[in-house]
């Protein structure tokens, strides 16, 4: 199993949230000596994340970059190349929701970060990896989509066509790579209490509380062991998806609340 063999982790997006927790139990859980290469755009967070994680066996690598830039993606893989060539794992997990419209009321800034970030964004990083795993014949790619993907919800439009092509590039991905020996995983969370709220309303703090009053969102650490436990499944087995919902949560749009 993948957590008994010396690997690297490449997670974008970790500088909070899911990426950040999923690192955090990499880190705790492996039971071999572990590289964590770490990307995000706040090189605060990711210095302060490589100085808490790097002990013993765990080494961890940061790059600071936006995946919306393909010429800062291809300049990440050039320089990276060496640890890239010996890629294991790849956590495709930078997203983000920006405002909550109608599509008459849209505002294309917010649709632009959206597209290009979810969709052109993985893209990117997908395109700059998949050929190393092909070269070595094995690797695992996590999408992290959304129940959004499955479901659309009123004021979701964009956010939610992005998670769909999320799903539909995932199953594309496992076509094409095919015979390589490559895993292809899509985790699908539900309502979860991270920063997504926060950056959907623009630092309005008091409407990004209020998605989660009266009910139990999901965690990051919820996210982190089931991308772990996808990981750590027999190298003949692939976990397709998993859609991961909150107690309180029956689907997109119906949610209780006390």
């Known amino acids: 199993m993948m957590l008994h063999k010396q690997s690297t982790i490449l997670i974008t997006g970790a500088t ?25 755009r706040r090189i605060e967070r990711l ?11 765990v080494s961890v690598e940061i790059a600071s970059f936006d995946i919306q830039d393909s010429n800062a993606v291809a300049n990440f893989a050039k320089t990276f190349h060496s640890q890239l060539s010996n890629l294991d794992v790849l956590v495709n997990n930078a997203g983000l929701a920006a405002g909550l419209h ?32 092909i070269a070595k014949k094995s690797g695992h790619i996590v999408n992290i989509g959304s129940v959004a993907g499955r479901e659309v919800y009123p004021k979701g439009n964009v956010y939610a066509a992005t998670k769909h092509a999320v799903a ?8 094409d790579t095919l015979g390589s020996g490559i895993r292809v995983t899509n985790i699908e969370p ?7 709220s926060l950056v959907r309303y623009k630092g309005d703090e ?26 750590s499944r027999p190298q003949h087995v692939n976990i397709q998806e998993i ?4 107690t309180d949560q029956a689907s997109a749009r119906d949610v209780y609340r006390s």
């Open 16 to 40: 909070s949230g899911f990426g950040e927790a999923i690192a955090r139990l990499a880190a705790q859980e492996w039971k071999a000596p572990l590289t964590l290469i770490l990307t995000g």
């Open 47 to 57: 210095k302060a994340l490589q100085t808490e994680l790097a002990k013993g066996s």
């Open 102 to 133: 109608t599509i008459q009321e849209g505002e294309l800034a917010d649709w632009n970060a959206m597209i290009d970030t979810n969709l052109k964004g993985l893209l990117y990083v997908s395109r700059a990896i998949l050929p190393h795993m």
């Open 168 to 175: 539909a590039l995932t199953e594309a991905m496992r076509i």
């Open 190 to 196: 539900g309502k979860s209490e991270t920063e997504f």
């Open 206 to 231: 008091t409407k990004a509380a209020a998605e989660y009053k009266g009910m139990r969102a999901l965690q990051p650490q919820d996210i982190a062991e089931a991308v772990l436990w996808s990981l």
């Open 243 to 246: 859609l991961i919902m909150p």
